[in-house]
C-alpha cells in the first residue's frame, strides 16, 4: 500500500514494493559507482540521477546506487554493532532475523531521489534489526536538535542529503547526539563500507535476502508513524531553535523571549522573506516560530521540491529574494530582511534593505557570521562580564572575526574546514573552561551557536533579530569600539560598522581551481615557489606594506605554525595559509588553500584587511598563478 505524507500528500513510500529486487550489478560496475563518490567527515555524496546529469532533477537511480544506499546502511548498523550486519552474518549470506537494541533516526532533504534512497535505507535498517524513527522529509537542523535533546531515544542518525551541491546529487550524513560525527569515527565508517562494497563478496546478495525477507507489516507500521515522528520532531525543533536564541532551556525563559520580541516588533514592525527554493526548510516551523516572535513574514517557493534556481545559497540564486523584498519593501517598510537555504536547510544567507536608497542587497557569507558572531559574543559577554569567552572558526573564515572578538575580550580558535572540526574544537575549548557560545565557517556563512552542533538560518535570523531588538547587544560592540550608538540602531549602521576586509566569495569562479598532482606534491611546490617569488617580489611587496609572513596549516583540530612536510601528515589535504605581515608584524592580508572533500576541487582564497579591490585581485592572481604552476612543474 502506498503511504502518503499528510502535509503536502507527497508519497513515502509503497511496503508492497520490492525495491532492490533485480539483477545484482556486476562488482566492476558497482565498485566504478563508489569510485564516483566522495566519502568525508561532512557527508557522502555523488550524483545518483540515473543518467549522470548533476542538473537532472529526475526520481530514478541507477541499481548500482540502489546497492551503495542499501550497504551505506549496512554499514552503520555494523559500526553500531547490530549482530545480523557483522562480518559473519553477511558470509552466512542469509538474513539471521537476529534483534538488536539500536535505534536509528532517518530522515532527507526534499531532492527527487532521496524517497527512493529513503526507501531503500530504512527497509534495509529494519531488515537487520534496526528499530527505525523515519521522519521523511526534514531539514538537517530539525533531525539533529532531535538527537541534542533526545540522544537516549537514538544511537545514531541517517540523513540523506547533498547539503548544496546540485539536484542531481544526493549522499548520506551520519551522526549522533545532535552533530555529524567526528573525523575519526567518519572515517572509521567510510573504511566498513568500503570493506563491504570491494572486499565483502556476499554482501550484496545478503542485503537483497534481507530487504526482500522484511515482513511488510512491520515496514507499514513505520511509515503509518512518519505523522506522528514528525509532529513530535516539530514541537522538539521549536523548543530548542527558542533554547538556543534564549540562552536557557527554561520555558518561562522562552514565554519571556517571546513576549520581549512581540512587544518591540508592535513598537517597530520587522518583516522577513523567506524563499524557501523548494527545499526540506518548506517542512519546518519557519513561518511559525518567526510569526509567534511577532514578526511579518512572506513565503515563496515553500513547497518541497518546488526548486526554482541552482540550491547553492551565493550570488545569483539570491538574486530572486533581493528582488521579492524590494518589492515589498516598497508596499511595507517593515521588510527588511530575507533569506535563502539551501536544500537540506543547514545554511541560509541573506539580504537585506539598505535604508538610504531603499534597495535590497545581498549580504556577503562573511559579514553574515561576522554579524552573528558580534551578537552572540556581545549577549555572552553581557550576561558573563568575568567569563573566558571564545569562537571557534575554520581556516577560510576572514580575520575580521578576531577584530569582532577582540571587542568583547574573547579568543578566536581556527581549525581546518567542516563542520564536525569546528564542533570537536569548540567542545575541547569548553572543556578547558571557555564559553563558546558561537562557532562555524564564516567563508560559506554557516554559524553554529551553542548548544547546537550544526548551521541553522533560523538561529541565523534570531541573532539578527536580537541584535536589531535588544538595544543592549549592539550598544556594547559599538561602545567597545569608541562609536556612537545610533538611534535607531539600524542593520545598516552595524553592517557600516564592521572591520573592512574585501574577501574572496567561498563560490565565486576565481575561488575554486582544478589540480592534477597530489595534495602533498602540489604544496612542496607551492613553498619552494612562494619562496622564490618572495625574494623576487619584496619591493613590489614592501610598498604595499607587506613585510614578512608566517604559514599556518590545520588538520582537524589542530592548527599548526610553520613551513614544510614537517608540519602535515599524510594524506597532506589540511588547510594551508600565508599569512602575510606589516612592519609591526600585523597581519594584514592571509592567502589560504585545501582541497575540497566534498566536491572534486580545490579551493583558494584571500583575505585583504582594506577596501582596495586592486589589492585582493593582485594577491589573489598571484596565489593562483603559485597553485598552477606548482600543478604543472
Same mark, same amino acid.
Request: proline share 4%; charged share 25%; glycine share 8%.
Given at each position: 500500500?502506498?503511504?502518503?505524507?499528510?502535509?503536502?500528500?507527497?508519497?513515502?513510500? =509503497?511496503?508492497?514494493?520490492?525495491?532492490?529486487?533485480?539483477?545484482?550489478?556486476?562488482?566492476?560496475?558497482?565498485?566504478?559507482?563508489?569510485?564516483?563518490?566522495?566519502?568525508?567527515?561532512?557527508?557522502?555524496?555523488?550524483?545518483?540521477?540515473?543518467?549522470?546529469?548533476?542538473?537532472?532533477?529526475?526520481?530514478?537511480?541507477?541499481?548500482?546506487?540502489?546497492?551503495?544506499?542499501?550497504?551505506?546502511?549496512?554499514?552503520?548498523?555494523?559500526?553500531?554493532?547490530?549482530?545480523?550486519?557483522?562480518?559473519?552474518?553477511?558470509?552466512?549470506?542469509?538474513?539471521?532475523?537476529?534483534?538488536?537494541?539500536?535505534?536509528?533516526?532517518?530522515?532527507?532533504?526534499?531532492?527527487?531521489?532521496?524517497?527512493?534512497?529513503? =526507501?531503500?535505507?530504512?527497509?534495509?535498517?529494519?531488515? +537487520?534489526?534496526?528499530?527505525?524513527?523515519?521522519?521523511?522529509?526534514?531539514?538537517?537542523?530539525?533531525?539533529?536538535? =532531535?538527537?541534542?535533546?533526545?540522544?537516549?531515544?537514538?544511537?545514531?542518525?541517517?540523513?540523506?542529503?547533498?547539503?548544496?551541491?546540485?539536484?542531481?546529487?544526493?549522499?548520506?550524513?551520519?551522526?549522533?547526539?545532535?552533530?555529524?560525527?567526528?573525523?575519526?569515527?567518519?572515517?572509521?565508517?567510510?573504511?566498513?563500507?568500503?570493506?563491504?562494497?570491494?572486499?565483502?563478496?556476499?554482501?550484496?546478495?545478503?542485503?537483497?535476502?534481507?530487504?526482500?525477507?522484511?515482513?511488510?507489516?512491520?515496514?507499514?507500521?513505520?511509515?503509518?508513524?512518519?505523522?506522528?515522528?514528525?509532529?513530535?520532531?516539530?514541537?522538539?525543533?521549536?523548543?530548542?531553535?527558542?533554547?538556543?536564541?534564549?540562552?536557557?532551556?527554561?520555558?518561562?525563559?522562552?514565554?519571556?523571549?517571546?513576549?520581549?520580541?512581540?512587544?518591540?516588533?508592535?513598537?517597530?514592525?520587522?518583516?522577513?522573506?523567506?524563499?524557501?527554493?523548494?527545499?526540506?526548510?518548506?517542512?519546518?516551523?519557519?513561518?511559525?516560530?518567526?510569526?509567534?516572535?511577532?514578526?511579518?513574514?512572506?513565503?515563496?517557493?515553500?513547497?518541497?521540491?518546488?526548486?526554482?534556481?541552482?540550491?547553492?545559497?551565493?550570488?545569483?540564486?539570491?538574486?530572486?529574494?533581493?528582488?521579492?523584498?524590494?518589492?515589498?519593501?516598497?508596499?511595507?517598510?517593515?521588510?527588511?530582511?530575507?533569506?535563502?537555504?539551501?536544500?537540506?536547510?543547514?545554511?541560509?544567507?541573506?539580504?537585506?534593505?539598505?535604508?538610504?536608497?531603499?534597495?535590497?542587497?545581498?549580504?556577503?557569507?562573511?559579514?553574515?557570521?561576522? +554579524?552573528?558572531?558580534?551578537?552572540?559574543?556581545?549577549?555572552?559577554?553581557?550576561?558573563?562580564?568575568?567569563?573566558?569567552?571564545?569562537?571557534?572558526?575554520?581556516?577560510?573564515?576572514?580575520?575580521?572575526?578576531?577584530? $569582532?572578538?577582540?571587542?568583547?575580550?574573547?579568543?578566536?580558535?581556527?581549525?581546518?574546514?567542516?563542520?564536525?572540526?569546528?564542533?570537536?574544537?569548540?567542545?575541547?575549548?569548553?572543556?578547558?573552561?571557555?564559553?563558546?557560545?558561537?562557532?562555524?565557517?564564516?567563508?560559506?556563512?554557516?554559524?553554529?551557536?551553542?548548544?547546537?552542533?550544526?548551521?541553522?538560518?533560523?538561529?541565523?535570523?534570531?541573532? +539578527?533579530?536580537?541584535? +536589531?531588538?535588544?538595544?543592549?547587544?549592539?550598544?556594547?560592540?559599538?561602545?567597545?569600539?569608541?562609536?556612537?550608538?545610533?538611534?535607531?540602531?539600524?542593520?545598516?549602521?552595524?553592517?557600516?560598522?564592521?572591520?573592512?576586509?574585501?574577501?574572496?566569495?567561498?563560490?565565486?569562479?576565481?575561488?575554486?581551481?582544478?589540480?592534477?598532482?597530489?595534495?602533498?606534491?602540489?604544496?612542496?611546490?607551492?613553498?619552494?615557489?612562494?619562496?622564490?617569488?618572495?625574494?623576487?617580489?619584496?619591493?613590489?611587496?614592501?610598498?604595499?606594506? $607587506?613585510?614578512?609572513?608566517?604559514?599556518?596549516?590545520?588538520?582537524?583540530?589542530?592548527?599548526?605554525?610553520?613551513?614544510?612536510?614537517?608540519?602535515?601528515?599524510?594524506?597532506?589535504?589540511?588547510?594551508?595559509?600565508?599569512?602575510?605581515?606589516?612592519?609591526?608584524?600585523?597581519?594584514?592580508?592571509?592567502?589560504?588553500?585545501?582541497?575540497?572533500?566534498?566536491?572534486?576541487?580545490?579551493?583558494?582564497?584571500?583575505?585583504?584587511?582594506?577596501?582596495?579591490?586592486?589589492?585582493?585581485?593582485?594577491?589573489?592572481?598571484?596565489?593562483?598563478?603559485?597553485?598552477?604552476?606548482? =600543478?604543472?612543474?
Amino acid at each position: 500500500m502506498l503511504i502518503y505524507d499528510t502535509r503536502f500528500h507527497l508519497p513515502i513510500a =509503497d511496503d508492497q514494493l520490492q525495491c532492490l529486487a533485480f539483477t545484482p550489478p556486476s562488482r566492476q560496475t558497482l565498485h566504478a559507482a563508489l569510485d564516483s563518490m566522495i566519502l568525508s567527515s561532512s557527508g557522502w555524496r555523488k550524483v545518483f540521477a540515473k543518467s549522470g546529469d548533476e542538473e537532472d532533477a529526475t526520481y530514478e537511480i541507477q541499481d548500482q546506487d540502489a546497492v551503495l544506499a542499501s550497504l551505506a546502511a549496512l554499514a552503520l548498523a555494523r559500526h553500531l554493532g547490530l549482530p545480523a550486519a557483522q562480518k559473519q552474518a553477511v558470509q552466512v549470506g542469509r538474513p539471521s532475523h537476529t534483534m538488536g537494541d539500536v535505534t536509528i533516526l532517518v530522515g532527507l532533504d526534499a531532492r527527487p531521489t532521496g524517497r527512493i534512497l529513503g =526507501d531503500i535505507v530504512v527497509r534495509t535498517l529494519l531488515s +537487520l534489526g534496526c528499530k527505525v524513527r523515519y521522519l521523511f522529509i526534514t531539514p538537517a537542523p530539525q533531525i539533529m536538535a =532531535d538527537c541534542n535533546l533526545h540522544p537516549q531515544e537514538a544511537d545514531a542518525f541517517l540523513y540523506i542529503s547533498a547539503s548544496h551541491n546540485p539536484i542531481g546529487h544526493n549522499g548520506f550524513k551520519f551522526g549522533k547526539q545532535g552533530g555529524v560525527y567526528s573525523g575519526e569515527e567518519a572515517e572509521q565508517l567510510s573504511r566498513i563500507f568500503r570493506t563491504l562494497v570491494k572486499e565483502e563478496e556476499n554482501a550484496v546478495s545478503y542485503v537483497q535476502a534481507c530487504v526482500t525477507a522484511l515482513d511488510p507489516k512491520v515496514y507499514r507500521t513505520v511509515l503509518e508513524a512518519v505523522k506522528k515522528e514528525q509532529e513530535q520532531s516539530l514541537d522538539r525543533y521549536e523548543t530548542f531553535i527558542l533554547s538556543t536564541a534564549a540562552k536557557s532551556d527554561d520555558p518561562i525563559e522562552h514565554k519571556r523571549f517571546i513576549a520581549g520580541l512581540q512587544q518591540e516588533h508592535k513598537k517597530q514592525a520587522l518583516g522577513v522573506v523567506g524563499e524557501l527554493n523548494g527545499s526540506a526548510r518548506s517542512v519546518s516551523i519557519d513561518q511559525n516560530i518567526l510569526g509567534r516572535l511577532g514578526v511579518k513574514t512572506y513565503f515563496l517557493h515553500d513547497r518541497p521540491g518546488d526548486v526554482v534556481h541552482a540550491i547553492v545559497p551565493e550570488g545569483e540564486n539570491l538574486s530572486l529574494c533581493r528582488d521579492t523584498l524590494s518589492a515589498l519593501y516598497q508596499k511595507d517598510a517593515a521588510f527588511r530582511l530575507g533569506y535563502v537555504p539551501d536544500n537540506d536547510g543547514d545554511r541560509g544567507n541573506l539580504v537585506y534593505i539598505e535604508e538610504k536608497t531603499g534597495t535590497a542587497h545581498i549580504l556577503e557569507a562573511q559579514n553574515v557570521f561576522a +554579524l552573528v558572531v558580534l551578537a552572540e559574543l556581545s549577549q555572552t559577554r553581557l550576561k558573563y562580564p568575568k567569563a573566558l569567552l571564545a569562537t571557534v572558526v575554520n581556516g577560510p573564515t576572514s580575520r575580521r572575526i578576531e577584530q $569582532i572578538a577582540q571587542a568583547f575580550d574573547a579568543e578566536v580558535f581556527r581549525c581546518e574546514v567542516g563542520e564536525a572540526n569546528v564542533v570537536q574544537l569548540a567542545q575541547q575549548k569548553r572543556e578547558e573552561g571557555y564559553l563558546v557560545p558561537i562557532l562555524g565557517e564564516g567563508s560559506n556563512g554557516g554559524n553554529i551557536t551553542f548548544p547546537a552542533k550544526v548551521r541553522d538560518p533560523l538561529n541565523t535570523l534570531l541573532s +539578527l533579530i536580537k541584535l +536589531l531588538r535588544n538595544r543592549e547587544i549592539p550598544k556594547l560592540w559599538f561602545r567597545s569600539n569608541g562609536l556612537d550608538v545610533p538611534h535607531p540602531i539600524s542593520l545598516e549602521r552595524i553592517i557600516e560598522s564592521l572591520p573592512v576586509y574585501t574577501t574572496t566569495g567561498a563560490f565565486s569562479k576565481d575561488g575554486k581551481m582544478n589540480i592534477h598532482q597530489s595534495h602533498q606534491v602540489l604544496k612542496n611546490r607551492y613553498e619552494v615557489l612562494f619562496l622564490s617569488d618572495w625574494e623576487s617580489k619584496k619591493e613590489q611587496l614592501a610598498a604595499m606594506g $607587506i613585510h614578512s609572513y608566517t604559514i599556518l596549516q590545520t588538520e582537524g583540530i589542530v592548527c599548526t605554525e610553520g613551513m614544510g612536510e614537517t608540519f602535515r601528515h599524510a594524506p597532506y589535504s589540511g588547510g594551508y595559509s600565508v599569512l602575510l605581515k606589516d612592519e609591526e608584524g600585523l597581519i594584514t592580508d592571509v592567502m589560504w588553500m585545501r582541497g575540497s572533500k566534498t566536491e572534486p576541487v580545490f579551493r583558494v582564497l584571500v583575505d585583504c584587511k582594506t577596501d582596495d579591490q586592486n589589492r585582493h585581485d593582485f594577491l589573489l592572481a598571484w596565489h593562483r598563478d603559485l597553485i598552477a604552476r606548482s =600543478d604543472l612543474a
